[in-house]
C-alpha cells in the first residue's frame, strides 16, 4: 500500500491485545488522511534524535569547527543522528494504518476518537458473543467484497454501497452499548422483571436485524464465491486446453515409428551375419528338429 494511498476498505491492525480486523470510514478521503500521515510523520520528527543533531550542526557550523577533525566528526554524528530521527518518523508514518501497539496511555491520533477514523472487531466485545461475531463477520465479508476477483464481473459500486450499510450498522451497535449496559442493571434489580423483558427484547430485536443484514451480505460474497469457481474451471480448463497442445504438438511418435522399423533391420544383419560365419542358433530360436528315422 502506497504511503499516501488511503488504507483499503478491510485491513488487519497489530494491537496491544494482538492483530485484529479494521473496517475504515468510509467517508475518510485521500487528502484527509495525507494529511494524518503527514501529521504522524512531524510528530515522531520532532524527537530528541533529531533536536541533538540539529543542535550539534548548529554548535559545530556556528563556530567554524567543521574543518577540523573533531568538529568533522562532530557533524558526521549530528548528520547520523537526523536521519536516524527522519527514518524513523518515516517509519511510523508508514506504519500509520496497521501499527498500534502503542505504550499505555499514548493513543495515536487515529484512536483518540473512536470510529473516527475506523471500527475494529474487539470494539464490540463488551456486547455480547452474538453481537461480537455478527461484528467480525461484517467486517470479514466488506473485506472479503472489496478483495473478490470477481468484483469486475458485479456492479462496481456494490462493494462501496455493502461498506457503508456495514460501515453505518456498526456505528450504530455500538451505540448500544449504554442501552445494554442498562438492561444488565435492570436485571439485577429485584421487581423490574417487565422493564427487564422489554429492554432485552429491543436488544434481541436490534441483534436479530443485525443477523439479517449478515445474512444479506453473506449471500452477496456466497454468489461471488460461486463466480470464482466458476472464474477458477474456466481457466483451468483453459491451461489444460494449452497443456493438451503442447503435448500434441511435442508427441515423439514420429520418432517411435522410424525406431519401430530398426529392430527389423538390425535382425536382417545379424542373422546373415550368423549364417555366414557359422555361429550357431541364437537364444530366441527353437532347435531344429532332428529327422525322424
Given at each position: ?205 436490534f441483534d436479530t436485524l443485525l443477523g439479517e443484514l449478515a445474512f ?35 508427441s515423439i511418435r514420429p520418432m517411435v515409428e522410424v525406431a519401430e ?17 557359422g555361429a550357431g542358433r541364437f537364444p530366441w530360436e527353437l532347435p ?6
Amino acid at each position: 500500500m502506497s504511503l499516501l494511498k488511503k488504507p483499503d476498505a478491510v485491513t488487519v491492525g497489530d494491537f496491544a491485545d494482538g492483530p485484529d480486523i479494521m473496517l475504515w470510514n468510509p467517508a475518510l478521503t485521500t487528502r484527509r488522511w495525507r494529511w494524518q500521515v503527514l501529521r504522524g510523520f512531524l510528530a515522531r520528527s520532532v524527537s530528541a534524535r533529531c533536536a541533538a543533531g540539529l543542535l550539534v550542526l548548529a554548535l559545530v557550523l556556528g563556530m567554524g569547527a567543521a574543518e577540523s577533525l573533531g568538529g568533522a566528526l562532530a557533524v558526521g554524528g549530528a548528520i547520523a543522528l537526523l536521519l536516524s530521527g527522519l527514518c524513523d518518523a518515516g517509519i511510523t508514518a508508514a506504519c500509520l494504518p496497521t501499527d498500534h501497539q502503542h505504550q499505555p496511555g499514548c493513543r495515536c491520533p487515529l484512536e483518540r476518537s473512536p470510529g473516527e477514523f475506523f471500527l475494529r472487531s474487539d470494539d464490540f466485545a463488551d456486547l455480547g458473543t452474538a453481537a461480537h461475531h455478527t461484528a467480525g463477520l461484517l467486517i470479514d465479508l466488506v473485506g472479503e467484497l472489496h478483495a473478490t476477483p470477481a468484483r469486475d464481473w458485479i456492479d462496481s459500486e456494490l462493494p462501496e454501497r455493502a461498506h457503508q450499510t456495514v460501515w453505518d450498522a456498526l456505528t450504530r451497535l455500538a451505540r448500544t452499548a449504554p442501552a445494554r449496559r442498562h438492561a444488565a442493571r435492570l436485571a439485577a434489580l429485584p421487581g423490574e422483571t417487565d422493564l427487564a423483558t422489554a429492554t432485552a427484547a429491543a436488544i434481541t430485536e436490534f441483534d436479530t436485524l443485525l443477523g439479517e443484514l449478515a445474512f444479506h451480505i453473506q449471500g452477496c460474497v456466497t454468489l461471488t464465491r460461486e463466480w470464482e469457481a466458476k472464474l477458477r474451471h474456466a481457466e483451468l480448463v483453459d491451461h489444460t486446453s494449452a497443456v493438451h497442445a503442447e503435448l500434441h504438438a511435442a508427441s515423439i511418435r514420429p520418432m517411435v515409428e522410424v525406431a519401430e522399423e530398426l529392430p527389423k533391420s538390425v535382425f536382417a544383419y545379424v542373422t546373415a551375419a550368423r549364417d555366414l560365419t557359422g555361429a550357431g542358433r541364437f537364444p530366441w530360436e527353437l532347435p531344429t528338429a532332428e529327422p525322424v528315422p
